[in-house]
């Protein structure tokens, strides 16, 4: 199992461009990010200067989001928002060649919230034209375009909360390139049973990310079966990178004792 952390929840006690070397210091070899910039068109030193600290310290970009609007006021995604979806198209060149300069191949573009000036259908057409420019940008670099389902307890304006609605999105947009993001912590907190599903559907995961629930935090501070869950993602051929994804207790750099914990005999990687 191969395991990556996503700097923007994880070693956040850092600026951002000490993250990179942070995470290759705790022996990951790969890196995944929010869109970490504050438009969809950053200046070029901006885009410069991460580029370069990924690189100076020696992992891989396995993750990038798209422009997803303002996180932390509550923004989940512009694709399919009207007064939002042309700061999103001016986005995808952007984040497209950020990800192919790094051998970045999964690109995430979150859905959006309800915009309560349009109908359900739409909201989901424009959605649509727009996954699908992403799709054929990203296939320029040999990318994927993932789809993600979020919980809607933390996240109750957000309309794709489950694999079935992620996964007709996708079937939806009619591009090869577009896969589920499988964030087991959000269909599991929605109820779903993450097991029979990464039975049934792994061959349709772009991306795993991973938290436990509740909480939040590490796998193994919660109730999620999570050494059941890497032995199922193996037996079930998934050969991606698992995005650590969750909200440490304390420092980052104390909280990976975990992997070793839940190793398998089967030779499961510590990263």
């Known amino acids: 199992m191969k395991f990556d952390v996503n700097l923007s ?16 210091k705790a022996g990951f070899d790969a890196v995944e990010l929010w869109w970490p910039f504050d438009g969809p068109r950053p200046a070029g030193r901006e885009i410069d200067a991460l580029r370069r600290a990924i690189e100076d310290a020696g992992v891989r970009l396995a993750g990038l989001n798209f422009d997803a609007g303002d996180m932390a006021a509550g923004e989940r995604g512009l694709l399919s928002r009207p ?3 042309a700061r ?7 984040a497209v060649g950020l990800a192919g300069e790094l051998g970045c191949r999964t690109l995430n573009a979150l859905y959006g919230n309800r915009a309560p000036e349009l109908s359900a259908g739409a909201q ?3 959605a649509l034209s727009n996954l699908s420019l992403a799709a054929r940008a990203a296939a320029g670099i040999g990318a994927t375009v ?3 389902a979020l919980n809607s307890h933390e996240n109750p304006d957000y309309p794709i909360t489950s694999s079935a609605a992620a996964f007709e999105v996708i079937d939806q947009v009619g591009e090869d390139n577009v896969a589920l993001l499988a964030d087991l912590y959000h269909l599991h907190r929605m109820g779903e049973d993450v097991l029979a599903l990464v039975d049934a ?3 349709r995961f772009g991306h795993v990310q991973i938290a436990d ?7 193994g501070s919660g109730r999620m079966p999570y050494g059941q869950i890497f032995e199922r993602l193996e037996a079930a051929g998934y050969r991606g990178h698992v995005g650590l994804e969750y909200r440490p207790a304390g420092p980052s750099e104390e909280s990976f004792g975990w992997i070793r914990e839940l190793r398998t ?4 990687s510590d990263r």
């Open 9 to 24: 929840i994880l070693f956040t006690e850092l600026p951002l461009l000490e993250r990179p070397a942070a995470a290759a």
């Open 83 to 85: 007064g939002s979806s």
């Open 88 to 94: 999103f198209r001016a986005n995808v060149e952007v």
């Open 124 to 126: 989901r057409d424009l």
């Open 146 to 148: 993932v789809v993600e």
């Open 201 to 203: 559907s792994a061959h």
């Open 213 to 219: 629930d509740p909480g939040r935090g590490r796998p």
């Open 265 to 268: 005999d089967e030779g499961m």
